[in-house]
Every structure is written in structure tokens, then in C-alpha cells.
């Protein structure tokens, strides 16, 4: 069974402050997807990115940095000066690769709170 | 523009009432998803289909239908013998890569 634990319900940190949100998985998929969403309070599911079990190079976006480590299963996300538009809730999501339809299994999520 | 089409945006059930949330896409993707989501909560799967006239059941289908006639179309029953239906409830599709698109969601609420 595959299962995403985002450990950290709550985090809160002053606007321009760096911000790492936690997550960690298990699968028995030798590939697989990680996937990261953000939801803001509007509801709508955001998508941020989607790395490959094959790929483990760590990306940079903007503001935004994903580490991914096969060997602690874990699949960090980094926002670098943070700003009050990046208050929401992420969920870090994984999926098998194969198959035509691949369950997507979330963790439950950590709300980010930017104060100014 | 391509995408997932939910609605109504907010819903209310009387106790009993059987009702019916509505997800279309244009985007001509097999496969398409329901997810149910908490307050504090992440998603979780309700029902998925990966082909018109086929659907499986997810982690927690008691007291949901669905039906998958169109490819285009999902809608997902929500029946009275569900007793705790009020959530959010997410709609999503996907394509053979893995690339998922979700809609906007429907809140429902019991009244």
C-alpha cells in the first residue's frame, strides 16, 4: 500500500523568511510519481510539480525547490523568501507509474501560513 | 480552453436525499477520479474509471455511485446511505503519463 506523511500540520513564518514543507512516502513501486499541489482557499487543487522515481536531480523554479531523496523516501519542498501569496495548504501526492489509471494518494497536508 | 467542469459550486442535502454532483471534461483524457476531502484532511478517493462503462472503487466508496457513459462525463451519486457526506469533493482526470487536472470542486453540505 502506498501512503504519503506530511508531518507538519501547521507552519507559520514572517514574509522573506525560507520555508521547507516535509514529506515522506512508501511505496512498493519501483516507479512512481511525486507530485506537489497547492490549494489555496479558493479550493482548486494547484499543481506545482511532478518528478519521476527515475529522476532524483533536484529542481528549481522561481522561488520554489524540490529535493528529492530515494533513500529517506523523501520529497522535500523549499520556498525560498516566502510572501503572503503563498499562504494555502500543500499536499505532497504519489502515484504509480503504470497503468492507465493511477490512483493518486495525498498526505493530509500542510497549511502554510506567510504573515507580513 | 481545455479542462474540468464541476458543478453546482456549493450543494445542500436535506437528511435522506439522494444528490448528484456533475464532472465533464473536454480534455479527452480515460481516465477520471473522485475525491472526497475533510476539513484538516487530504484527498481521498471515492471512485475511478478508466474507460467509458468501467469504474472501480476507491478507499472509501460506501454510499457513493458513479456511472461512466460518456467519456466526457463522471457524475458521482451521493446517496443517503452515506452519513457523513458533508465535504468537498474534488473531481479529476488524468492521461496515460500521469498528468492529472483537477477541477474546482463541489461543497456539499447537509441540512
Known amino acids: 500500500a502506498q501512503k504519503v506523511t506530511q508531518a507538519q500540520t501547521e507552519i507559520s513564518v514572517v514574509e522573506k523568511e525560507d520555508v521547507t514543507l516535509d514529506c515522506v512516502y512508501e511505496t512498493r513501486d519501483t516507479t512512481y510519481y511525486l507530485f506537489w499541489y497547492k490549494q489555496p482557499p479558493s479550493g482548486e487543487l494547484v499543481f506545482l510539480i511532478r518528478r519521476n522515481s527515475f529522476d532524483e536531480q533536484n529542481e528549481i523554479s522561481g522561488r520554489y525547490s524540490w529535493n528529492f531523496q530515494k533513500s529517506t523516501s523523501s520529497f522535500n519542498f523549499t520556498i525560498t523568501a516566502s510572501q503572503v501569496v503563498d499562504s494555502a495548504v500543500y499536499f505532497c501526492?504519489?502515484?504509480?507509474?503504470?497503468?492507465?489509471?493511477?490512483?493518486?494518494?495525498f498526505g493530509s497536508g500542510t497549511q502554510l501560513t506567510v504573515l507580513p | 480552453d481545455g479542462g474540468i467542469t464541476q458543478s453546482p459550486k456549493y450543494l445542500f442535502r436535506k437528511e435522506g436525499q439522494n444528490v448528484t454532483l456533475s464532472c465533464e471534461q473536454n480534455?479527452?483524457?480515460?481516465?477520471m477520479y473522485w475525491y472526497r476531502q475533510d476539513p484538516g484532511q487530504g484527498l481521498r478517493l471515492i471512485y475511478y474509471?478508466?474507460?467509458?462503462?468501467?469504474?472501480q472503487k476507491g478507499d472509501i466508496a460506501e454510499g457513493y455511485s458513479v456511472s461512466r457513459e460518456k467519456k466526457e462525463s463522471f457524475p458521482l451519486t451521493v446517496t443517503s446511505a452515506q452519513k457523513n457526506p458533508t465535504a468537498f469533493y474534488l473531481c479529476a482526470s488524468s492521461t496515460e503519463l500521469g498528468s492529472y487536472t483537477f477541477g474546482s470542486g463541489t461543497r456539499l453540505t447537509v441540512v
Open positions: 474509471s478508466q474507460i467509458v462503462n468501467d469504474f
Open positions: 480534455l479527452n483524457h480515460d481516465a
Open positions: 501526492a504519489l502515484s504509480e507509474a503504470g497503468g492507465s489509471a493511477r490512483q493518486l494518494t
